[in-house]
């Protein structure tokens, strides 16, 4: 079953079980926390970690769609989730352009001290590298 069929199954069977719950309600019942309680069935079978998403289309207006978010209360929402990765890539970006400004600056200074590839050389430059860093 390819993933589209998947997600048209998951999608009727939320359904199925939404219209099967709303059935079962009794005036004592509050709707909300049967949604909730059929919402977290499909968290709980599909498997999901921190938060799940469904779609839904509202059938007298095609053009609107919905999209029901459900994150465990001390999980992270997909916003934060989202806010934490570009983060994390700000920081990986950051890491990535001191690395690459540190070999550059280690090909310089060896390229002063003689441009050979003699070892002795490379720790000449990269003691040399520490001390401007130190410096700086």
């Known amino acids: 079953m390819n993933q589209q069929a ?4 998951a999608k009727e069977q939320v359904k199925r079980d939404i219209v099967q719950a709303a059935t079962n309600i009794s005036q ?3 709707p ?9 069935d499909y968290f709980d ?5 921190n938060f ?10 095609p053009d609107r769609d919905f999209i029901v978010t459900m994150c465990l209360a001390n999980g992270l929402t997909p916003a934060a989730k989202l806010a934490e990765s570009e983060e994390k ?3 990986l970006n950051a890491a990535l352009s ?3 400004d540190l070999i550059l600056s280690l090909i310089s200074t060896i390229e002063q001290l003689g441009g050979d590839r003699d ?3 490379i720790v000449k430059a990269l003691a040399q590298i520490d001390k401007n860093k130190i410096l700086s």
Not at 32 to 40: E, F, I, K, N, R
Not at 45 to 49: E, M, Q, R, S, W
Not at 52 to 61: A, G, H, L, V, Y
């Open 6 to 9: 998947k997600d048209h199954h």
């Open 28 to 30: 004592d019942d509050n």
């Open 32 to 40: 909300l926390q049967v949604l909730a309680d059929t919402l977290m």
């Open 45 to 49: 079978d599909n498997g999901a970690i």
């Open 52 to 61: 799940i998403e469904q779609r839904f289309s509202d059938n007298d207006n």
């Open 89 to 91: 890539n700000t920081k």
């Open 98 to 100: 001191l690395s690459n």
């Open 119 to 121: 070892s002795n050389l």
